[in-house]
């Protein structure tokens, strides 16, 4: 057993699956720190042929799309899937937020939409370790 351990990781997807993200990066408001925070969705690899369409359609501004949680989602503590809008259409599911940052993903959406805003999360989509990810732009949203 190991004295410290990960915590939040799923540790039944690959490693290089896991996806990236701290709650260090955030305030104790989770506002990120900064800027330049980012956060890789996890479980990205089933949904590979979804993102490369997405590629081809070449548009520039990519942003989530993340439907409500329901309260019966909420109570199994369901993962966070996400979808892509794209400026014209909606994308399929192209990976899911990383355990223990369902929070974040609450709380940035809730302040987005506060503001008067649209709830919708910065993408970039990045080749990491042959395939491709999906890169929220945290820090876009402070």
Known sequence: MALFQKRGTDESLPRSDRGRGSLDDYAFDLLPRNARITMTLAA???YQDELRAVLEAGDEELETAVPARTLEQER????I????F???RVSGVVGMIP???ESVID???RRLEDRGDKPRIPVRITG????HRVELLMG???
């Open 44 to 46: 990205s690899d089933p």
């Open 76 to 79: 199994v503590d369901a993962p």
């Open 81 to 84: 899937e996400v979808r892509l």
């Open 86 to 88: 794209t400026g014209r």
């Open 99 to 101: 355990r223990g940052l």
């Open 107 to 109: 709380e940035t959406l």
């Open 128 to 131: 990491r370790d042959g395939a």
């Open 140 to 142: 876009r949203t402070r």
